[in-house]
């Protein structure tokens, strides 16, 4: 059982340099304390998840060029948000009309090889 993630929640990779914020369109009808809430499915990259700053994950076709280029030498590249796949829900009961509520215990695979987490939950009042 987990905090509903609503618009403003702070998310991170590991292989990311900075935070990132999450956004949610009101389409999915359900609103928290602070806004939006989001579901399992809102993935989209720069709609739904900011980028990370620079990426220093070697699977980042950006990175690995850039670290050939400098002989070897880890240079990161701009963080492009690759889901592969949906948020993994921790609470799959509660259901919205678009599939799972999103809480702050979900994770969602990167194809880069990150796994992004929720670090704080945009609200602290909803409880899924």
């Known amino acids: 059982m987990g905090l509903g993630v609503c618009t403003g929640a702070m998310s991170m990779c590991p292989f990311g340099a900075a935070p ?3 956004s949610f369109l009101p389409t999915n009808m359900i609103m928290g304390s602070a806004g939006p809430m989001g579901t399992c499915m809102d993935t989209v990259p720069f709609l739904n998840i900011a ?3 620079v990426c220093m ?3 980042n076709p950006t990175t690995a060029s850039l670290t050939a280029a400098a002989l ?3 240079t990161p590249g701009p963080c ?3 889901p ?3 948020w993994i829900p ?3 009961m509660v259901m919205a009309a678009a599939g799972p509520m999103l809480t ?3 994770m969602l695979i990167c194809s880069f090889g990150g796994v992004i987490k929720i670090n704080v939950p945009g609200q602290f009042t909803v409880m899924i």
């Open 104 to 106: 702050s215990d979900s």
């Open 72 to 74: 070897g030498v880890l």
């Open 90 to 92: 921790t609470n799959p």
């Open 20 to 22: 990132g914020t999450l």
């Open 80 to 82: 492009i948000p690759t």
């Open 57 to 59: 994950s070697m699977a």
């Open 51 to 53: 980028p990370f700053g």
């Open 84 to 86: 592969g796949g949906t």
